[in-house]
């Protein structure tokens, strides 16, 4: 045997795989660029949570400033220092007024309803204008604007033929179109655009099923 017929080890040319050939478990193996298969919606897709830092800073600073004064006064009259004016009248005032006053019951209120205004922000998700998508792979969650889906479904309705304008509003759970056709039957068009509408819905990937409304009218004459 010559030299040349010897190949080396490391210069050997490596066996590729053909896309269309199976892999090692037998399956057949994806060709590249394929686009992966949504994964199986259970229905428990929610919402995204909002962080909601401006609320949360707000009630932190004016619970830190409160605790920081009243710790403060406290202080100074354990190192026998005056009260401060106002924990003075405050004191002076709980002792006087009535608990059906109303200087007792506006305060008393206006805390009550901010007490109520931070529990709904904390056991609700916020972030309205995210419509969540379905997930394509584990763990990995997608959103949509809804004016970006807005967007692109009065392009979609533009499409259709007779339509001259369309005004699209899209909700959590509904899509409205409000459409002026200058020619062809309303019907036609309003069937056209339920087709329309229905399968860019459908493209969005969105996770919930949403429902659809169209509203055909003819121009106003000037």
């Known amino acids: 045997m010559s030299d040349d017929d010897a190949q080396r080890p490391d210069t050997r040319p490596v066996p590729t795989l053909d896309k269309e050939s199976g ?4 399956g057949a193996r994806p060709a590249a660029g394929d686009t992966p298969e949504p994964v199986a919606d259970d229905g ?18 004016v619970l830190l400033g409160a605790a920081g004064l009243l710790l403060y006064d406290v202080a100074a009259v354990r190192a026998h220092h005056p009260a401060m004016a106002w924990r003075r009248r405050l004191a002076r005032e709980l002792a006087t007024r009535h608990l059906d006053d109303p200087w007792v019951l506006g305060p008393a209120a ?34 949509l604007d809804r004016k970006a889906a807005a967007l ?37 068009v309003r069937a056209d655009l339920d087709v329309a509408l ?13 429902g659809l409304t169209v509203h055909v009218r003819r121009p106003k004459k000037r």
């Open 23 to 26: 892999g090692p478990d037998g």
């Open 44 to 61: 428990r897709t929610g919402r995204f949570w909002s962080a909601r830092r401006v609320p949360a800073a707000v009630a932190a600073l």
């Open 110 to 143: 206006l805390a009550v309803v901010l007490g109520l205004w931070l529990i709904v922000l904390a056991v609700t998700p916020g972030l309205r204008q995210v419509l969540p998508m379905r997930p394509v792979a584990p763990g990995i969650r997608a959103g």
């Open 152 to 188: 692109v479904l009065r392009d979609r309705a533009m499409e259709v033929s007779g339509v001259q304008s369309v005004r699209m509003s899209v909700s959590r759970r509904k899509a409205t179109a409000r459409a002026v056709s200058h020619f062809r039957e309303l019907d036609e």
């Open 198 to 210: 229905g399968e860019g819905l459908r493209q969005l990937g969105l996770a919930h099923r949403f």
